[in-house]
């Protein structure tokens, strides 16, 4: 038996054993499987934190220029806004994971979008937020809202562009 006879029986023998391994474990065990339901949320805008606009269109230029996908006005070219009878955000799909709850020395917390400093957590979220960040999981998003927009005038017949000043929506969740 040559070299190559003996990888292919041995590569044989190892696919087999394979095979019968995956079949023997199941995909997903059910005991400890309970998904994470939702303990507690927030739902804030960045006008809300802060009355800075040149803070917020910092942090939205830094969201534009990170975010991967650049995929403006939702992906809806001008033939697709006939179809629309609201305005069509530029940049309405652009969001960031990068949202940090940092307490500071006021027993409060200060929140960082894309390592920028917004504001401070209203006083009413703050105690239950402290104790659901000492015992759950944390997932928090923001996404932009406002800034250069597009919409199908039905009396002109024509797309017009104008704008709104940005503005960013937080989400905080926790599981």
Not at 41 to 65: F, H, P, R, V
Not at 80 to 108: F, Q
Not at 152 to 167: G, I, L, Y
């Amino acid at each position: 038996m040559g070299f190559k006879d003996i990888i292919k029986t041995f590569w044989k023998k190892q696919s087999n054993q394979s095979q019968q391994l995956i079949k023997e474990i199941p995909v997903f065990k059910r005991k400890n499987r309970t998904p994470l339901s939702i303990e507690y949320k927030i739902q804030i805008n960045a006008s809300e934190l802060t009355s800075n606009q040149e803070t917020i269109n910092q942090i939205t230029a830094s969201m534009i220029k990170h975010n991967q996908i650049k995929r403006n006005y939702a992906g809806k070219r001008d033939e697709d806004l006939k179809n629309y009878k609201e305005k069509v955000y530029k940049y309405e799909s652009y969001s960031t994971k990068d949202v940090k709850l940092i307490p500071n020395e006021a027993n409060r917390l200060d929140i960082y979008l894309n390592s920028i400093f917004l504001g401070k957590l209203p006083k009413n979220y703050t105690s239950n937020t402290i104790h659901y960040l000492q015992s759950t999981v944390i997932m928090a998003f923001a996404y932009i809202k406002g800034g250069p927009y597009k919409y199908f005038n039905q009396k002109t017949q024509s797309v017009v562009k104008e704008a709104d000043p940005f503005d960013i929506s937080i989400y905080i969740q926790f599981s």
